[in-house]
């Protein structure tokens, strides 16, 4: 069994392959059971959560993700979220690869969001606006230069010191990068608004939006989760990465119980757009909206990468 460890599996993650990769297996698709979800209690009181993200494709390869969340490790001076990944060949069950989980799913993450923005985005969008510097947020300029010509970079976070270091670090890589503070301002301003964050509530409204600009939210992955208001899905053409994100995410549960848009008004998804199915971007004016919240797809798209290429 080989064992990729953060590093290496970065290494083998560069976004212009792994946005192919997850571009072919969306057309493809493979087996995508529900999550197991186990709470673990401990001797110290604060519980250990265990999330198990099984994928597979028939005949090739089974891979397994487990997230562990453990809430009291920030007194232990350690991260609340752990990762692993482990490759197995899907017929006889043999394991193939040990690959870092958190690698994996920020770079994944990132690469959907560029992928999506490949179909939604206008074709000469220039200026992109991050929203948070986190894991993520840190990976979006690199993974969305991978599709399209973005020239600019405009990063905005509640903490402006976090803004200007992630804007520093992008002017180092040769980016033309500067913090903003006035998150109105910067909106208006952006081709690609893309969010990461682990807001509760908007930062993001919709009449700051201009004509023909894309929103790409990553941060809403449970019911009590919002980046935008209501305003930026009215008018909008609304793309999911999976149907999953209708039921989970309250960045659309929302505004779908107060009828700003129905389920059956989303366009597509990821699979529908990479098989052809769905029709992406209609014309220049037109505000597109991509929500995602992930899937084992991705995981398992990124880690058969990893291991054919690493």
């Avoid at 920030?74 to 870092?100: E, M």
């Avoid at 208006?188 to 790409?216: C, F, M, N, Q, Y």
């Avoid at 779908?256 to 699979?271: I, P, S």
Wanted: charged content about 20%; glycine content about 10%; overall charge neutral.
């Amino acid at each position: 069994m080989r064992i990729f460890d953060a590093a290496a599996t970065r290494a083998a993650l560069p976004f212009e392959a792994l946005i192919r990769a997850l571009r072919v297996r969306f057309a493809a698709g493979c087996v995508v059971p529900p999550r197991h979800v186990h709470e673990i209690a401990t001797s110290a009181g604060a519980g250990l959560t265990s999330l198990l993200m099984p994928a597979w494709t028939e005949g090739g390869y089974y891979g397994l993700k487990v997230v562990n969340i453990a809430a009291g490790n920030a007194a232990r001076g350690l991260p609340a979220l752990h990762a692993s990944y482990l490759l197995h060949d899907a017929t006889t069950g043999v394991p193939l690869a040990l690959l870092d989980g958190g690698q994996i799913t920020a770079r994944r993450t990132a690469a959907a969001s560029a992928l999506a923005a490949s179909f939604l985005a206008g074709r000469n969008a220039r200026h992109l606006l991050v929203v948070g510097a986190g894991q993520v947020a840190r990976l979006l300029p690199e993974a969305y230069r991978a599709v399209l010509p973005i020239e600019t970079v405009t990063v905005w976070a509640r903490r402006s010191g976090q803004a200007e270091r992630l804007a520093t670090e992008l002017r180092e890589v040769g980016i033309d990068a500067s913090a903003s503070g006035d998150l109105e301002a910067a909106v208006g301003a952006a081709d690609i608004v893309s969010a990461a964050t682990l807001a509760t509530a908007p930062l993001i409204e919709g009449r700051w939006l201009r004509a023909g600009s894309h929103l790409d939210l990553i941060g809403s992955f449970t019911p009590a989760m919002r980046e935008a208001d209501d305003a930026c899905f009215a008018g909008a053409a609304i793309y999911v990465d999976t149907d999953e994100a209708l039921k989970k995410s309250g960045e659309l549960l929302g505004p779908m119980q107060r009828g700003v848009f129905a389920g059956t008004d989303v366009r597509g998804t990821l699979a529908t757009l990479c098989r052809g199915e769905a029709k992406g971007r209609r014309d220049d004016d037109e505000r597109t909206v991509f929500k995602s919240v992930g899937t084992a797809l991705e995981d398992l798209a990124a880690a058969i990468l990893v291991y054919e290429n690493g």
